[in-house]
């Protein structure tokens, strides 16, 4: 055993820091996120200004990318999601909306959220976070489908219509007649 850290509750692993919240105790449904060094334990950062969900509407918070953790906080008339920096803790972006967020492994970050009015998806570009395009789209041609995985350029979704393939950076249609959305891709 190297070290522990009581209340701390993990999220994900990024180079050797492990990013996370730390809960009050156990029947707490708020946290403060932090970040600790993987191989001593000791925090490397913290942000007690945020109070976030331990568990949201879009699911826990989680390391979306090797730079981007993302945690939700559940307001008493509006939900909101973070995008913090793992390396410092800074807030990078915050989405009015409780929304799932997963890197392409290339380029691009997607958010997805069902939405009180109407759901969403916002493909973000992973160094800026420039909104590179957002569904529906302001013509309301096409909907925000439910995004499944991200992989290689990709994203996996379904819609009511039919489960289809997505240029993540572009967000155009690749492959419209997709059997089923996986949940995750792997190489091969």
């Not at 850290?5 to 809960?23: C, E, K, N, R, W």
């Not at 992973?126 to 096409?142: D, H, K, V």
């Not at 489960?163 to 792997?186: F, K, Q, S």
Request: charged share 15%.
């Amino acid at each position: 055993l190297s070290w522990t850290a009581s209340a701390f509750q993990p999220t994900g692993l990024t180079g050797d820091v492990v990013i996370g919240m730390t809960v009050a105790d156990a029947f707490s449904d708020s946290a403060t996120p932090e970040a600790l060094n993987a191989r001593t334990g000791e925090m490397t950062w913290t942000d007690s200004s945020l109070d976030v969900s331990t568990h949201g509407v879009s699911g826990t918070p989680a390391v979306v990318s090797p730079s981007i953790a993302t945690f939700e906080f559940d307001g008493t008339f509006s939900d909101e999601t973070y995008l913090l920096s793992t390396s410092d803790g800074t807030v990078l972006k915050k989405l009015p909306d409780a929304y799932q967020c997963m890197y392409d492994q290339v380029s691009v970050v997607a958010c997805y959220s069902s939405g009180i009015n109407g759901a969403s998806l916002i493909g973000f570009d992973a160094a800026s976070l420039n909104e590179l395009w957002g569904l529906p789209n302001p013509a309301g041609a096409r909907i925000a489908p439910d995004l499944h995985a991200a992989y290689k350029g990709l994203l996996y979704t379904e819609a009511d219509n039919g489960d289809v393939i997505l240029n993540a950076r572009t967000g155009a249609d690749l492959v419209t007649d997709v059997p089923i959305a996986p949940d995750v891709v792997v190489p091969g």
